[in-house]
Every structure is written in structure tokens, then in C-alpha cells.
């Protein structure tokens, strides 16, 4: 498709923070963005798997939803969702010639040709004008001050957690990178977050006052309880602003999803006060045990092969869940042999990420993922060396080479979790969909 062409074009655009471009081309659109009932959720992780949970909830309540999201697993339309579909490929190509003039109008006039990011930011606002939404989820890309997608007004704001990464763009501290998360919250929005470092909070509040916003933290105003591994689901508690659920069951593996439904059923609980009364419980409680997100500790079971996890953790506190959930899941005792598959991109604390391997595998092997900003493999096996001397390391650096390796590394009672970088993992994933 010649529009898709032109999208993979603006990559060598890079990334530009700055509203600019935006705003300007949606002043040319009409502003489609104004009449847009959304919901913002940024963070550092969390965010998709949040934004996943509250569009079952809300299409389970009977609401037509908006869900942006990135990046994509095997298919570019994955990022841009309406009622549970993709959006076609028709609407795609539709849309794509109707701005692809703006990109070339605003250097014209003066400005830095728009990135790819921003593109795909005023194609998925365009699309979402154009058809009968009811609300729309809008993941940030990238800090939330300076993203494209600061360009809306939304009914609720939702901040999921801070840690570092981007660490170059959003800051070297979490107040600096709370700050920057900040910067989506606008004049009397409510704010619900999952941040727990004080000093971060207290970030996010100082935006709450100077907005006349109301903040609603975690473990403070909403919570949820330790949860039991039922051997499918988690389940848990919530108690939220108005209400209380028990015995809820998450279909996600890892207790960190639990944050994230809260972060979602808090959500919910101030929409119903918004006006979207049909949000029932029992749409609840179908919703979290029917959500299914890829490559957030998803796993695939095969019948002559080991199984495999995928999962899309690549930076320090991502690592950390992802062991977490592995722990809860006692994969030493339930499965074989344990082997990771992983890579990362250059910009990322690689040492920190493998600090949080608290979960041993029998044996790790190093990729290199598809991107320019990929690490060395050799130089993150140096470092796996460090820590772990004594174990069995090696690097093929082709993605499908090392996942043909890694099945085969584990026995049918062993399993296979590939992690570092969500390049990696979805061009993983698409391997596997192809070959097995």
C-alpha cells in the first residue's frame, strides 16, 4: 500500500518533542481533536495494558470505543482501534493521502517536516472524528509534556507509574520524568496514578493545584489487595472511591496487572460520574477475566514444544514485573528447562535490566533486534558474563535464528521467555505465527 510506504518513509525523521507541527496541522483539519470525549493515560510502564483493560470494560458496558496505541505487534492497524477492529486498510489509505499533503505544506511555511509519530497521531485523531466514538483511549508515546498526542482535552487523565527510561529526553531523576508526565494533565481533569516515590507525587499535585485538578493515588484513595494465583488467574479486591469488588479475576499473568486494573477500575468509577452510567460490575468482573493484551507475559503453549512467554519489558522496572510474574507463576517448579531470549536497544540501562534477573534461567541467549538504536549483542553478553559466569550464554544475532534456537534449547515441559525490546519480541512473535 503506497500510504503505509510513505509512513515507514518518515521514520528518518526521528523523534522531535514539541506541539508545534500538531497544532498546527489539526488547526487546518478543523480541530477533529476538540470534540473528542478521552481518556489520556502516560507512563512509564503500564500504560497499554491499562488502556487495553479500560477499552474491554468500556466495549463490554456497550460503549463504542477509541483505542491508539503503540507500537504495533504483527500489523500497523493494531494501533489505531475502533469497537475491537482494527481500523481497514481502505480508511487507512483514505486518511493517509488526505494529510500526506500537510507534511509537505508545513516545511513550506517554515516548519520541521512532522515525524512519523505525529502523523500517525493526526490519522488516528482524524479517524476517531470521522465516526460515531463514544470514547477514546489515548496512550502517550513518549513523556506526555511534549507528545503528540498533547494535543486533546481529556475527561480524565491517567498517569500509571514512573522509572527511568528516556532518561536522555525526560530527565536523570523521577521528578524530572514525573514532571514530564505531568504536562498532560490540564484545567480540572481528574488525575488517577499509580506513582508511589514521594517526590514524584508530589510533582504530579503541583500540576493538580495549578490546574484545579483532582488527584486520585494509589494506596491512598483507591487500592486493591494481595492476590492468589488461582492457577489460571490472579484474583484480588478492589476498593475503590465508591465501591467495593471482591473476588475479581484477572485473566493477565503478573501482580503488576493488578496495579494496572486498579489504575482502569478507578477510572471507571469517575466516568460513571461523568455520565456513562451503563458501566455495570458484572461488565467488570467479564471484562478482566476476558482481556487479552499482546506480548505482556503472553503465553503460548504447544503441544510437541516447550511453551513460550513473550512479553514487551525493556527497561529496569519492566524487567522487574516480568520476573515478578515468573516468580508468582513458580516456572522453575512447573516448567523444564528455563531459557531467555532477549536483546536491547542501546539507549537503555542494560545493566540495571539484568541486575533484576531474579528469576535464574539454565541458560540466556543474546539477539540483536531490528532497529538502529539496537545495542551490541556481544556487549550485553560481556555484561551477562559479569553476573552470571557460571552460566550458558551465547549471542545469534538474527532474531528468527535465535527463536529457532531457543525452542529447541527448551524440552517439551521447558519454556522459552523472549524479552528486552518490543522489536524483538513482536518480530519474534511473528516468526513463531509463521513457523510453528
Known amino acids: 500500500m503506497e500510504g503505509i510506504e510513505w509512513i515507514w518513509s518518515l521514520g528518518k525523521f526521528g523523534s522531535k518533542p514539541g506541539l508545534e507541527r500538531m497544532n498546527w496541522m489539526l488547526k487546518r483539519l478543523g480541530n477533529p481533536q476538540c470534540n473528542l470525549p478521552v481518556i489520556h493515560v502516560a507512563g512509564t510502564n503500564g500504560k497499554g495494558s491499562t488502556c487495553f ?246 503465553l503460548l503453549t504447544f503441544l510437541k514444544k516447550g511453551d513460550i512467554m513473550l512479553d514487551a519489558a525493556h527497561n529496569p522496572a519492566g524487567i522487574a514485573a516480568l520476573m515478578q510474574g515468573l516468580e508468582d507463576m513458580n516456572v522453575n517448579q512447573n516448567w523444564g528447562k528455563i531459557v531467555f531470549l532477549t536483546g536491547a536497544l542501546k539507549d537503555k540501562q542494560i545493566e540495571k535490566m539484568i541486575d533484576n534477573f531474579f528469576v535464574l534461567p539454565d541458560e540466556i541467549i543474546i539477539t540483536k533486534p531490528n532497529n538502529k538504536r539496537s545495542a551490541n549483542p556481544e556487549e550485553i553478553e560481556g555484561k551477562l558474563q559479569k553476573f552470571y559466569n557460571n552460566m550458558k550464554i551465547k549471542t545469534i544475532s538474527e532474531i528468527e535464528k535465535a527463536t529457532y534456537e531457543g525452542i529447541n534449547a527448551t524440552n517439551k515441559k521447558g519454556l522459552l521467555v523472549i524479552f528486552g525490546s518490543f522489536y524483538l519480541v513482536a518480530e519474534a512473535k511473528k516468526y513463531i505465527k509463521e513457523s510453528f
Open 53 to 298: 483493560i479500560l477499552e474491554r470494560i468500556l466495549t463490554k458496558a456497550g460503549y463504542r470505543v477509541g483505542l491508539f496505541t503503540s507500537p504495533f505487534v504483527l500489523n500497523f492497524t493494531e494501533r489505531i482501534v475502533y469497537n475491537s477492529n482494527p481500523i481497514s486498510n481502505k480508511d487507512l489509505e483514505k486518511l493517509i493521502q488526505k494529510i500526506k499533503p500537510l507534511a509537505e505544506q508545513a516545511e513550506k511555511e517554515g516548519l520541521e517536516h512532522p515525524t512519523q509519530f505525529e502523523m500517525i497521531t493526526v490519522l488516528a485523531i482524524l479517524y476517531y472524528s470521522s465516526v460515531d466514538v463514544d470514547i477514546v483511549i489515548l496512550e502517550t508515546g513518549l513523556g506526555g509534556r511534549l507528545d503528540a498526542t498533547n494535543v486533546i482535552e481529556p475527561i480524565v487523565s491517567v498517569i500509571t507509574n514512573v522509572d527511568f527510561d528516556h532518561t536522555d529526553v525526560l530527565g536523570n531523576t523521577l521528578e524530572e520524568i514525573a514532571r514530564e508526565k505531568a504536562g498532560i494533565v490540564k484545567d480540572n481533569t481528574p488525575i488517577v496514578t499509580g506513582i508511589r516515590n514521594e517526590k514524584a507525587v508530589k510533582e504530579i499535585e503541583k500540576y493538580a493545584h495549578v490546574t484545579n485538578s483532582s488527584t486520585y493515588l494509589i494506596k491512598r484513595d483507591f487500592s486493591f489487595d494481595e492476590s492468589n494465583f488461582n492457577g489460571k488467574n490472579f484474583t484480588f479486591n478492589y476498593k475503590g472511591l465508591y465501591k467495593e469488588l471482591e473476588g475479581l479475576e484477572l485473566s493477565l499473568i503478573g501482580k503488576h496487572q493488578l496495579h494496572n486494573a486498579s489504575l482502569a477500575l478507578c477510572c471507571t468509577e469517575i466516568l460513571q460520574t461523568k455520565g456513562y452510567k451503563k458501566i455495570q460490575n458484572l461488565d467488570i468482573y467479564d471484562a478482566l477475566l476476558e482481556v487479552k493484551i499482546p506480548i505482556r507475559m503472553e
